[in-house]
């Protein structure tokens, strides 16, 4: 079965540090890529996308990801974060496969900015 | 920029009563979908919509669940006889026909079942 595995449920990280949130999928099928932003009391907001081409996407507020076919990961990474980028992160992949569409998400990292 | 529009943000039911949660996708969107997020858990796919009909849902959305586009805007979410467990936040989206089309969120509905 499809799956997205986000192996850390909660990261920590002290303001202006660099971060990374793992995200790995299971299948190999076609895929396409999206990491959203979940801020305390709020919907869902997309972050960045890969659908195509350069495997480094950058996103809003200086976050980018990084596809790996071969380790069907899609990490993103911030090079210094601020206080206000604490908020719940997932991350989410279309499978494609025999002509159907399969939108998953994976189960959420909650990014904790400390000052 | 169009957005997805949701109502009510909270609602507070007794156990045992309707509710419908509504919900505008975004006017040339064709694919609509219900996610729930019960509180501090992940976003769970109850289920998704395309012309007129049920696509896809996922075994949380059972018989007490229903949806429905009455008209050409809305997008509801009936839930026919709530339990406490189905205090969450719901979220609705929609989508683009084309196939690598990202998923537009409402704000979310809060729904508490006391």
């Known amino acids: 079965a499809q799956s997205v595995t986000q192996l850390d449920s909660q990261v920590p990280v002290f303001e202006e540090a660099p971060v990374e949130l793992r995200c790995n999928y299971s299948?190999?099928?076609?895929?396409?890529l999206f990491w959203y932003v979940q801020y305390p009391n709020q919907g869902l907001q997309l972050l960045l996308k890969?659908?195509?081409?350069?495997?480094l996407v950058k996103g809003i507020n200086g976050f980018e990801a990084e596809f790996n076919k071969s380790q069907t990961s899609f990490h993103l990474r911030k090079p210094s974060v601020h206080i206000s980028d604490t908020a719940e992160y997932f991350c989410?992949?279309?499978?494609?496969?025999?002509?159907?569409?399969?939108?998953?998400f994976g189960t959420g990292t909650r990014l904790k900015v400390l000052a | 920029e169009p957005e997805v529009t949701q109502t009510p943000s909270h609602q507070v039911t007794q156990m045992g009563q309707e509710v419908i949660l509504r919900c505008v996708p975004i006017?040339?969107?064709?694919?609509f979908y219900w996610y729930r997020q019960i509180l501090g858990q992940k976003v769970e796919f109850l289920v998704s919509?395309?012309?007129?009909?049920?696509?896809?849902k996922s075994e949380i959305f059972d018989d007490q669940f229903s949806v429905e586009r009455p008209d050409g805007s809305n997008f509801t979410l009936k839930i026919r006889s709530t339990k406490l467990e189905d205090s969450a936040m719901y979220f609705c989206?929609?989508?683009?026909?084309?196939?690598?089309?990202?998923?537009?969120f409402g704000e979310g509905s809060r729904l508490t079942v006391l």
């Open positions: 919509f395309y012309n007129n009909e049920i696509s896809e």
């Open positions: 989206a929609s989508r683009t026909p084309r196939l690598t089309g990202e998923l537009f």
């Open positions: 989410a992949v279309i499978f494609i496969t025999s002509g159907t569409y399969k939108y998953i």
């Open positions: 890969y659908l195509s081409g350069s495997t």
């Open positions: 299948s190999s099928v076609s895929v396409y």
């Open positions: 006017s040339n969107h064709l694919y």
